[in-house]
């Protein structure tokens, strides 16, 4: 017995330039149009959060800070993901997304245009990776002041190679993908793409664990003296345990849910958190703490940072006399460490994380 007609899964009939036909069911249709409106979908949201977060920076940041490498750092990586996000949306826009090239696989009539903004995707991708990475490496710098010169060497040394690793990895992703872009060819390299989300995530979760292990100690030591007030150390802590955990997430979703570019998720988050801890700090520091003689070592510690300075010049600019460091006969009291921290860290503004030393040895 012949079964009932179902139109919801016939097939259209096209035929290619020869003449041959070429069929296409109604369901494959239907799998590419939700294809594009997903991951529109996924871009578009991502792209209204940078730009909502990229206003926001610049309206609620001070004009004397925004040369500051941090600030610099951070907003480029703001709008090199904005730059990208857009060249990704208008990719639906031209005739790659069109339904006879993407069925019959005749990219002939797809003009230059598409080409090179397909490729500038992939380019501002790789330059918004070497944003973000350089940004955590000067905080982590900035963050490890306190630490004796060969140990911050040698974390130097091991934040620049995983950075360089992880770099390394995208710039060879963006050129394979681009020579298939040129040549119109579906990318086959799904091991290159695996191991640069890999080689991300690690480098991401490499800076936030030293974060956390760095101002977690500080933050121990502080409330062993009695000092317990919320402020910015503790802001950069949480944010920093969110990105930690946040955008390994996405990463691992990626291998077990089916939506298009999870893993576009993973530099998105990075590059909205690291101005938006800056923002919460910074309403923190503006709303808690009163005017006081530390405004020069707060503009100091926001002035462009010198990996090579030594201990005696950054204990000078984070202490009071001299005698107030270099003794230990007697510990300081509470209320004289919180006056301290709280000159320390009014200066916290963009991301620029810091400890505070409390003897004169280094931690």
């Known amino acids: 017995m012949q079964k009932p007609f179902d139109p919801f899964t016939q097939s259209l009939t096209f035929h290619l330039a020869d003449g041959s036909p070429l069929n296409v069911s109604v369901g494959e249709m239907d799998d590419f149009v939700q294809y594009g409106i997903k991951i529109c979908i996924v871009y578009s949201s991502q792209l209204g959060a940078s730009l909502a977060l990229l206003v926001l920076l610049l309206l609620l940041t001070k004009s004397d800070k925004r040369l500051s490498p941090v600030f610099l750092l951070n907003s480029s990586a703001l709008i090199l993901n904005a730059c990208r996000l857009i060249c990704d949306c208008v990719y639906f826009t031209t005739e790659f997304s069109k339904v006879y090239p993407y069925f019959s696989g005749d990219y002939s009539r797809v003009p230059a245009s598409a080409y090179a903004n397909s490729i500038l995707a992939v380019v501002f991708e790789v330059m918004l990776l070497v944003a973000i990475e350089c940004s955590l490496i000067l905080q982590t710098q900035v963050i490890c002041v306190t630490l004796r010169q060969i140990h911050k060497n040698i974390l130097l040394?091991?934040?620049?190679?995983?950075?360089?690793?992880?770099?390394?990895?995208?710039?060879?992703?963006?050129?394979?993908?681009?020579?298939?872009?040129?040549?119109?060819?579906?990318?086959?390299?799904?091991?290159?793409?695996?191991?640069?989300?890999?080689?991300?995530?690690?480098?991401?979760?490499?800076?936030?664990?030293?974060?956390?292990?760095?101002?977690?100690?500080?933050?121990?030591?502080?409330?062993?003296?009695?000092?317990?007030?919320?402020?910015?150390?503790?802001?950069?802590?949480?944010?920093?345990?969110?990105?930690?955990?946040?955008?390994?997430?996405?990463?691992?979703?990626?291998?077990?849910?089916?939506?298009?570019?999870?893993?576009?998720?993973?530099?998105?988050?990075?590059?909205?958190?690291?101005?938006?801890?800056?923002?919460?700090?910074?309403?923190?520091?503006?709303?808690?703490?009163?005017?006081?003689?530390?405004?020069?070592?707060?503009?100091?510690?926001?002035?462009?940072?010198?990996?090579?300075?030594?201990?005696?010049?950054?204990?000078?600019?984070?202490?009071?006399?001299?005698?107030?460091?270099?003794?230990?006969?007697?510990?300081?009291?509470?209320?004289?460490?919180?006056?301290?921290?709280?000159?320390?860290?009014?200066?916290?503004?963009?991301?620029?994380?810091?400890?505070?030393?409390?003897?004169?040895?280094?931690?």
């Open 157 to 363: 040394g091991i934040s620049v190679i995983v950075a360089l690793l992880a770099i390394g990895f995208r710039l060879g992703l963006a050129v394979e993908n681009s020579i298939a872009i040129v040549q119109a060819a579906n990318f086959d390299a799904v091991w290159l793409e695996s191991a640069t989300n890999i080689t991300t995530i690690i480098s991401i979760c490499f800076f936030s664990f030293v974060f956390i292990f760095k101002l977690g100690h500080a933050i121990q030591k502080r409330k062993k003296m009695g000092i317990k007030r919320f402020g910015a150390m503790q802001v950069i802590f949480i944010m920093s345990c969110q990105t930690l955990i946040v955008p390994s997430i996405f990463a691992i979703l990626q291998y077990c849910v089916n939506v298009p570019e999870m893993d576009s998720f993973v530099l998105t988050l990075v590059a909205i958190s690291l101005p938006l801890t800056s923002l919460w700090a910074t309403s923190l520091i503006g709303g808690g703490s009163q005017p006081s003689s530390g405004s020069t070592g707060r503009h100091r510690l926001w002035k462009p940072i010198s990996f090579g300075s030594s201990e005696k010049s950054r204990q000078s600019s984070t202490s009071g006399p001299a005698n107030s460091t270099s003794g230990a006969s007697s510990s300081p009291t509470a209320a004289h460490m919180h006056a301290l921290h709280s000159d320390l860290e009014a200066g916290n503004a963009l991301g620029v994380k810091h400890d505070v030393t409390v003897a004169s040895g280094t931690v």
